[in-house]
């Protein structure tokens, strides 16, 4: 194998694909970046087995040259090193050759590593993917959804299949939902199809997945496709494919969760809302279970109060643009509260209550296509 | 104690002091900032009894009003608590009252805590400082004196005295040294005085106490005030106090240990011959030991090699400007060469090797204001 590449996108996929490895592997060779040079180009492949991502970089791109192939072949060097060196190497292009089989050199301008490498053959191949259950969004839209979900999800490997976010998708409708059992958040999104009859549920997939792939997707809207089966989910975006399993088990089903009455409905301007929040965790977290009380005060004001006996107490006001229904007084865990607030891209949000004691939903006062479920905490 | 002060300014003092204080203290009044009211202004310390800050903020500074105190007095509060309820605080001004003498109101806009404090008279005094031995620098010069040597401190605990910055003064020149008995940084500088006849010598200032301060001083060229006592240092600046304990033992004497002739000389730019040892760092380091090779080779060129058995090999030749004297050989520590390197704002180094066993010495080429002095190592 012989190559010269251009240095910047090779450091680019090399950063992308790195995003897999994982240096706590039972499997030696998956410590490694598996690289491929055939005729058309440079695949490059890292994997922890749970993701798999591959990329491929062409000969030549939009008329411009960014990789010359002197000799096909293949070999699997060192994710933590090999992607450390090129980020450092001082020429704007790259040659990688492989004579022994398992020693590639690298060299770029005055620079010569000679790398200890491992055995291509070794390297488990990518799942194979049917490609019948596929749809597609736009990429910035796909962001989005997981930045509003995925930081919902159980970090507690107790149940195992809340650890991812679920996805369902009915009559063109992506219904995208995370919840922890203490807190939920559901985003829907339209989205396109090549069969419109294409029905899914229960797919669910890891948080962790979902985290690195937001890494490395963009706020562009060009697409990434989706590939649906039994046990894999497959991305495809451009040059780059992502492979995630999917969790096992069955996801709960929160339809008959979400209350569609209210006792009392708040409205309040999103921001200030955040931060009076942030103040009275300063104190509540001190106590380790976060808990804030609300209280529906006289004219159109809440009271937000965080009692941490060793350090103190908090009392703050917050105006309200309405209160409709009955008093309220409620006490809940502020981090999660917070944590959905920050997703919130709308400037007012209304909160509903269905009584002291029952889940709370937050939603965006001018979208309907995501909310936030939210249970009490009993404080007596 | 009643005051309202301009929040900016409250939390700018308040971080200051509060880097002063640490959580692993074994006296809890530690854990505190004492906050003073009188009748000209606010008083904030922090301490650690390594090092102790006070700032004093005035009622008023060029016209404007800072601090309005309408009732004298004083608390000591929780300083990780107080410092970011502060800083989240919604209002612009805020407002501090202690009515029980041991609770603190603190209001700013619709936001009201209540914090536990602790007994002022219970914190420590200030340590009692003799004005006798005063000199004084620039804030900006002594960053850079900071930058220049407190890398190269020990951090070993075996040799405490090693683990601070030694200041010595004669005849108007301040000669400041760090080492930890493999590398060594030296650095110069002129300095003012009121008592041209002032000598100093083993004052070893602690590492920690240099980080700490060259967070808070600025690059600007007002001048800090050093005021030294028998086991203590005082830095004065503007509204604030500075106390370090000082380091105890004999610092080892250096004048004889850089060498005053030369076997090799070589003449380098400094960024390039940096970027090169950092990639030969990325295999040494694995090794755990940082030995990276230097060998003169023909055409005034140096190379540059780094072996990690397990992982592969690095070689990189490195122009240099000129190369006098005999060829040579020799293996160090690339990572001290790396931080010295980083610290020396010239364009060009000059290396000179007294043999491949002995200390060499790298310093500036168009400065001779401070200079780098490292031990060889062994490779067989």
Same mark, same amino acid.
């Given at each position: 194998?012989?190559?010269?590449? &251009?240095?910047?996108?090779?450091?680019?996929?090399?950063?992308?694909?790195?995003?897999?490895?994982? #240096?706590?592997?039972?499997?030696?060779?998956?410590?490694?970046?598996? *690289?491929?040079?055939?005729?058309?180009?440079? @695949? $490059? @492949?890292?994997?922890?087995?749970?993701?798999?991502? =591959?990329?491929?970089?062409? +000969?030549?791109?939009?008329?411009?040259?960014?990789? /010359?192939?002197?000799?096909?072949?293949?070999?699997?060097?060192?994710?933590?090193?090999?992607?450390?060196?090129?980020?450092?190497? %001082?020429?704007?292009?790259?040659?990688?050759?492989?004579?022994?089989?398992?020693?590639?050199?690298?060299?770029?301008?005055?620079?010569?590593?000679?790398?200890?490498?491992?055995?291509?053959?070794?390297?488990?191949?990518?799942?194979?993917?049917?490609?019948?259950?596929?749809?597609?969004?736009?990429? &910035?839209?796909?962001?989005?959804?997981?930045?509003?979900?995925?930081?919902?999800?159980?970090?507690?490997?107790?149940?195992?299949?809340?650890?991812?976010?679920?996805?369902?998708?009915?009559?063109?409708?992506?219904?995208?939902?995370?919840?922890?059992?203490?807190?939920?958040?559901?985003?829907?999104?339209?989205?396109?199809?090549?069969?419109?009859?294409?029905?899914?549920? +229960? *797919?669910?997939? %890891?948080?962790?997945?979902?985290?690195?792939?937001?890494?490395?997707?963009?706020?562009?809207?060009?697409?990434?496709?989706?590939?649906? @089966?039994? #046990?894999?989910? $497959?991305?495809?975006?451009?040059?780059?494919?992502?492979?995630?399993?999917?969790?096992?088990?069955?996801? %709960?089903? @929160?339809?008959?969760?979400?209350? &569609?009455?209210?006792?009392?409905?708040?409205?309040?301007?999103?921001?200030?809302?955040?931060?009076?929040?942030? /103040?009275?965790?300063?104190?509540?977290?001190?106590?380790?279970?976060?808990?804030?009380?609300?209280?529906?005060?006289?004219?159109?004001?809440?009271?937000?109060?965080?009692? #941490?006996? =060793?350090?103190?107490?908090?009392?703050?006001?917050?105006?309200?643009?309405?209160?409709?229904?009955?008093?309220?007084?409620?006490?809940?865990?502020?981090? &999660?509260?917070?944590?959905?607030?920050?997703?919130?891209?709308?400037?007012?949000?209304?909160?509903?209550?269905?009584?002291?004691?029952?889940?709370?939903?937050? /939603?965006?006062?001018?979208?309907?296509?995501? $909310?936030?479920?939210?249970? %009490?905490?009993?404080?007596?």
């Amino acid at each position: 194998m012989r190559f010269f590449i &251009n240095r910047d996108r090779f450091v680019h996929d090399v950063q992308h694909v790195a995003k897999a490895v994982s #240096s706590r592997t039972t499997m030696p060779i998956l410590t490694g970046i598996k *690289i491929v040079a055939k005729h058309d180009g440079i @695949t $490059l @492949t890292g994997s922890d087995s749970d993701i798999t991502i =591959e990329t491929f970089i062409p +000969n030549e791109e939009e008329g411009t040259e960014i990789v /010359r192939i002197e000799e096909q072949g293949s070999i699997v060097l060192q994710a933590k090193f090999f992607a450390e060196i090129i980020k450092k190497l %001082p020429g704007d292009e790259v040659e990688v050759q492989v004579q022994d089989p398992l020693t590639a050199t690298i060299r770029s301008a005055s620079s010569v590593f000679n790398l200890n490498g491992l055995d291509p053959e070794e390297y488990p191949r990518l799942p194979q993917i049917q490609e019948d259950q596929v749809f597609k969004l736009p990429q &910035n839209m796909f962001k989005n959804i997981i930045r509003q979900t995925v930081f919902a999800v159980s970090t507690q490997e107790t149940r195992p299949v809340l650890t991812g976010v679920n996805l369902e998708l009915e009559e063109g409708v992506l219904l995208c939902t995370a919840t922890d059992s203490h807190r939920l958040a559901q985003r829907k999104a339209t989205i396109e199809m090549n069969d419109q009859s294409l029905q899914l549920s +229960n *797919i669910v997939i %890891p948080g962790r997945s979902l985290n690195e792939l937001n890494k490395i997707i963009d706020d562009s809207n060009e697409y990434i496709e989706f590939v649906v @089966t039994e #046990s894999q989910i $497959l991305f495809k975006i451009k040059h780059m494919l992502f492979f995630s399993r999917l969790l096992e088990g069955k996801y %709960p089903v @929160t339809k008959g969760m979400i209350p &569609n009455q209210s006792k009392t409905s708040i409205t309040l301007k999103t921001k200030p809302f955040l931060h009076t929040l942030e /103040r009275a965790l300063l104190l509540s977290r001190e106590g380790k279970n976060n808990v804030v009380t609300l209280k529906t005060i006289e004219d159109n004001e809440i009271e937000i109060t965080s009692i #941490s006996p =060793e350090i103190g107490k908090v009392v703050e006001r917050v105006q309200s643009t309405e209160i409709t229904g009955e008093e309220m007084r409620i006490s809940f865990n502020g981090k &999660n509260i917070i944590d959905a607030l920050k997703v919130i891209d709308s400037e007012d949000i209304l909160i509903t209550f269905t009584g002291a004691m029952s889940p709370f939903v937050i /939603r965006p006062v001018d979208e309907d296509h995501y $909310l936030h479920l939210f249970s %009490p905490v009993r404080t007596y």
